[in-house]
């Protein structure tokens, strides 16, 4: 297999509580290319840049580039913007400062990118631990296996877009998408994977490893563990789809916007029936 240079980008806000063992799971890696890492700190107030300051040696004996970027607290897109005004590598991971990487995590995406020149982007299996656990398996993530429709499934809330740590980007299908180094913003939305995906979805083929390269660590307070209402759930969507809009109109990708119409449209009247419904009783 050739090494080629992977980059990634990792952005973070106030992540002096979970930032030891993402860190550590980076200096497991066996990857023996050239590794760029960007790591973005968006207006942390806590020691988040004390404690990557504690890292950077480390990850430079390792051969990695390390780079520190600090901007005003704007959101993760804005921070993700930041590292891809520069980065440089044949592929791209942009995982949470709060992920926990296998130690074979970029040499099996790596590796399976080489072998499928076809693929834009390819997901992996990933195991789920809880913050307070992290040593305890709780379940698998299985999203992402029907690769074949992707696009569609995602655009008709039957599946959804997929966590980074479970991500791979070939770097030239997201300079295609968007040569202008730079994804949609919205500060409040959490909708980065949206803009960062789906314009590779709706051009390129997409793949699957069927083997888990991380932990996903889901904290008390996320939506992965908590109720979420109806109502709630809808509105996040049609949020998310109008920022969807807004990324695929900047990726020069027209002929797809008026199924993104059609879903918040049915979404709004979906909402609407079902409020019709509880008033009646």
């Known amino acids: 297999m050739n090494n080629p240079k992977v980059s990634i ?51 430079e004996k390792k051969g990695w580039d390390v780079i520190y970027i600090y901007q005003e607290n704007q959101g993760q897109a804005a921070s993700l913007n930041q590292g891809l005004k520069i980065f440089s590598g044949d592929y791209l991971l942009w995982p949470d400062s709060d992920d926990i990487l296998y130690s074979n995590h ?39 296996r029907n690769t074949k429709d992707a696009f569609k499934n995602i655009m008709h809330d039957k599946d959804v877009i997929w966590c980074p740590i479970g991500v791979v980007l070939r770097s030239s299908a997201f300079l295609d998408a968007y040569p202008q180094r730079q994804i949609p913003t919205c500060k409040n939305c959490g909708s980065q994977n949206c803009q960062m995906q789906l314009p590779i979805l709706h051009k390129y083929p997409c793949g699957y490893i069927d083997k888990p390269l991380g932990k996903y660590v889901i904290r008390a307070n996320s939506t992965s563990r908590s109720y979420v209402s109806f109502y709630k759930r809808r509105l996040l969507l049609c949020k998310i789809w109008i920022i969807t809009i807004l990324t695929l109109k900047d990726a020069n990708i027209f002929e797809k916007v008026w199924l993104i119409i059609y879903s918040v449209l049915n979404n709004l009247c979906k909402m609407f029936r079902h409020f019709i419904k509880s008033k009646k009783k």
């Open 9 to 59: 980008i990792s952005p973070c806000y106030n992540g002096q509580n979970h930032l030891g063992y993402f860190f550590e799971s980076l200096l497991t890696q066996d990857y023996s290319g050239q590794v760029e890492f960007i790591f973005v700190d968006d207006g942390s107030t806590d020691n988040t840049k004390n404690i990557f300051e504690q890292y950077k040696l480390a990850l």
């Open 106 to 144: 970029i040499t099996e995406k790596v590796k399976y990118m080489e072998e499928h020149k076809e693929v834009g982007l390819a997901y992996c299996l990933l195991d789920r631990v809880f913050f307070d656990d992290t040593d305890k398996i709780i379940g698998q993530d299985l999203r992402g």
